[in-house]
């Protein structure tokens, strides 16, 4: 079985020829799977049947994920998916929906998406990281979790206008598969969003993070840094390096160097571990200069003993930085009601159903 999103539109067109057919025909499906979001091959008209069953005769299939289960926030702006996958497995998707005047009316609509069932990194304060790791996911199923959100929208006469692969798994663990999905995503002929509205989160893979820059493409990157030392960065990560915090800063150096890209540091607060001011100073220090942007995640609470710091503490460790002559944002809360923190929804539903899900 090949998923059709899977192809890349050079792909199609081989595959196309391959069967006897003129290569217009990639274009038919290519616009049909980007523009029309069919169910399954017998929507897509403009092909011949006997085509269609030749594609159904060789295995040839469309979309790889079904919806399980869907919740809102009550203020409407965030939309979160438990999809299943074809083997049955669930994973979880997000929109998060922000008004802009200068959009026209048209609000900023960003997709979340998950690259891995589960993740191996272990990460102390995340739903995921505590689940442990199932299986990558392939590009199809990555790119799979976007097209639902964008024929949802497409009702609304709305459109997806960025993604982050900022939902359950390690994006950078899962390279190749990752990177077939941006490139589906990016194709003009493809999906066709703009490379600079895609950013993809990394709890730090050095090496991983020299490759895709050397990719020399311009999607955002996001490296999650959470700690100022080692000591601290291993606690809460504890798949990092004695030298993880040094290595960060200079491979998010040269990702700019290399794409011309700001790189941003994700740092989720949790009070008391990594929230106190000396932390915040220490910090300044060390970004002083380097021209990144800090993005202060205050902790969802999911897993662990961890909690969220009060909302004086966040400002207080924004000030310092602010002080220091960091660039620095607070992430506006979104969702937290229905669970939108990485790999939360699926963890609250399989707890709930008993884990009859899978
Ligand atoms: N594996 C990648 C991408 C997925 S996680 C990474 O770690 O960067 C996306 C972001 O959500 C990361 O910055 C991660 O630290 C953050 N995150 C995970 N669990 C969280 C929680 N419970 N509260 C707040 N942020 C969390
Ligand atoms: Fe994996 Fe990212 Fe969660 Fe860490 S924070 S366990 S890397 S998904």
Known sequence: ?????????EEMEDLVLELGQPRFRADQILYALYYKFPKDLSEIKQLPLEFREKLTEKGFTIGSTKEAHRVESEDGETTKLL?????????ESVLMQYKSKKMFGHPRSTICVSTQVGCAMGCVFCATGQMGFERNMKAEEIVGQVIHFAKILLEKGQHVTNIVFMGMGEPLANYSETIRAIQLLTHPRGFGIGQRHITVSTIGIV???????DEKMQIGLAISLHAPNDKLRQRLVPTAGPDSVKELIKSGKNYFLTTGRRVTFEYALIEGVNDM???????ALLLKDNGSHINLIPLNPTAGDFNRPARKNVIEFERILYNGGINCTVRVE???????ACGQLRTDILEKYNNTIN
């Open 277 to 283: 001011p000396e932390i915040a100073e220490e910090l």
């Open 83 to 91: 999809l299943n996958l074809n083997d049955e497995t669930p994973v």
């Open 1 to 9: 079985m090949t998923d059709l999103y899977r192809m890349l539109p």
């Open 207 to 213: 090496s991983a993070i020299e490759k895709l820059a």
């Open 334 to 340: 979104k969702g937290t009601e229905i669970s939108a």
